[in-house]
């Protein structure tokens, strides 16, 4: 079995503003991450970037059911995970590329 080393872990500015709303206020919907961005984070990229995050482990998803009085679809809530509160924290205080390992 051959030793491989450790992925580098990317955080895209896109992704740092992502991951840092969502820390700030726990859990969002795509539309209000959007909102909370200010001008930062457009409806048409946003999802794109939320499932690349998910993919990498930085955030968790889940459906939520629509109020019983507002009917329509079911939303989905995002969330930050232990590796996306680390890596945020790592790329705070760093500018560039950055390789962590997590042998913890």
Known sequence: ????????????????????LLVRERSLYGLQLVAAAKGRLKRGTVYVTLGRMEDKGYITS???????????????????????RRVLAAYSGKSGSLVLAFAR
Do not use: F, H, N, Q
């Open 62 to 84: 889940r459906l939520e059911d629509p109020p019983p009085d507002a009917g329509g679809m079911p939303r989905r809530l995002y969330e930050p995970t232990a590796l996306g």
């Open 1 to 20: 079995m051959s030793s491989r080393p450790p992925r580098p872990l990317t955080l895209s500015p896109k992704e740092s503003l992502v991951l840092a």
